[in-house]
Every structure is written in C-alpha cells, then in structure tokens.
C-alpha cells in the first residue's frame, strides 16, 4: 500500500479541483483510502489527514463519497492523457496501438493500488462511481476509434473496443504484485495486449457500428 502511495507523491496526479484546499481534501482522500480501503473511509478520516475542519470539508464536498469521486475523475484525467499521448506517439496503427497500451500500463504501475481501489468500487452499478467508470471506457474507445477511421476509414462497433479495454484492465489487475504491474509481467500484459487489440482492430471481419455482434 504505501509503494502505491509514493508512486504518485512526485507529482504523479493533478488534483483537479477550483481551489488549494480542495485539492488538499483530494489527496488525503487517496491517502487514507489506500490506508484503510476506500469503503471504510470517513470523513474524519479524511479531516485527521488534512488536518482541516468539518466545516471547511462540507465547503467542498456533501459526501465522503463526492470526495472519492473527485479523486476517481482526478485519476481518470490522467490515465486518459497517457493514453492519449502513446496513441500520438507512434506512426503506423499497430505502433500507435501498442503505444496506447503502454501507457496505460505504465500509468497502472505508476498509481497501483490506487486506481485498483477505484475500479473495483466502479464497478458496482450502484456506485457514485459508475457513471464516470462508463464515461471513461466511452472516452478511451473514441480515442483508439479516432487512430482506427484515420487508417481504415471504418469504425468498429463501440462493443468491440469496450471488450479490449476491459479486457486490458483484467489482464493488468490479474497480473499485479502488492499493487503495481513490473516486469516480466508488465511486457507480458503489454506483448499479448497489443497483439489482441492489433489483430481485432486490423482485421477486415470486425464488426463495425452497423454491424450486429
């Protein structure tokens, strides 16, 4: 827990919030979650970390559950650029594909436990979280259909990239060691991630958006 912690303290995340103290109620938000696990966080928890008042949390937040999706919007930003910027770091699709996948591998490692944390809350369709866990697998989607209709002029059916992707995320927390993916295993994940996403969104039998999976 506490490697996953450091691995952002250099600046990794940008809190995304209008003031200092926000941003400030944000990161302790991540520390104690990742200290005492994100559904047994408390608001005085995340006051005694931030050594601010209650009143100045009810400022900013109705709920320890707004601060921790504050905190998932802040991590989904960043995951996103990586990914965004591997997709417009390489020529050629298969190498933009590939580069894609690596950052978001590299930004797994990097946040670790963090970004575990917040998926699985994402993941229960009752979660605050919900919402904004479908939001991001629409953005990345549209990201990797940009580099795709660029090449093939096609774009492939939206199911098709939310399999990958939720696929990629599997492979990722299945291969992790106390939270972060290193090697062998990081070029692993990366090596047979990039073959599935390249031979699919390659391949002239993917369905596209008219098409019926």
């Known amino acids: 827990m506490t490697d996953s912690l450091n ?3 250099g600046g990794t995340l940008t809190w995304i919030g209008s003031t200092r103290t926000r941003s400030k109620l944000i990161e302790a ?3 104690v979650a990742l ?3 994100l559904r047994s966080v408390t608001v005085r928890h995340i006051l005694e970390e931030a050594s601010l008042s209650r009143r100045t949390f009810y400022q900013h937040f109705k709920s320890k559950e707004e601060a921790a999706l504050a905190l998932y919007r802040s991590v989904s930003i960043e995951l996103v650029g990586e990914v965004h910027s591997g997709l417009k770091s ?3 699709l298969a190498e933009r594909l590939a580069a894609g996948v690596r950052g978001y591998l590299n930004f797994q490692s990097q946040v670790g436990d963090l970004l575990t944390m917040l998926r699985a809350e994402a993941v229960d369709p009752d979660s ?3 919402p904004l866990r479908e939001e991001n697998l629409d953005t990345l989607g549209r990201l990797l259909d940009n580099e795709v209709y660029k090449v093939r002029s096609l774009s492939p059916d939206p199911l098709v990239y939310r399999g990958l ?3 990629l995320e599997a492979m990722a927390a299945y291969r992790r060691v106390e939270g ?3 090697a062998p295993d990081f070029d692993r994940v ?10 699919i969104l390659t391949s002239d039998d993917v369905p596209t958006q008219q098409s019926e999976l």
């Open 90 to 92: 390489a020529d050629g």
């Open 7 to 9: 691995s952002w303290q």
């Open 165 to 167: 992707l939720v696929g």
């Open 128 to 130: 605050i979280l919900a």
């Open 29 to 31: 938000t991540a520390r």
């Open 180 to 182: 972060k993916l290193v």
């Open 35 to 37: 200290k005492h696990g």
């Open 190 to 199: 990366a090596e047979v991630a990039t073959a599935l996403f390249v031979a």
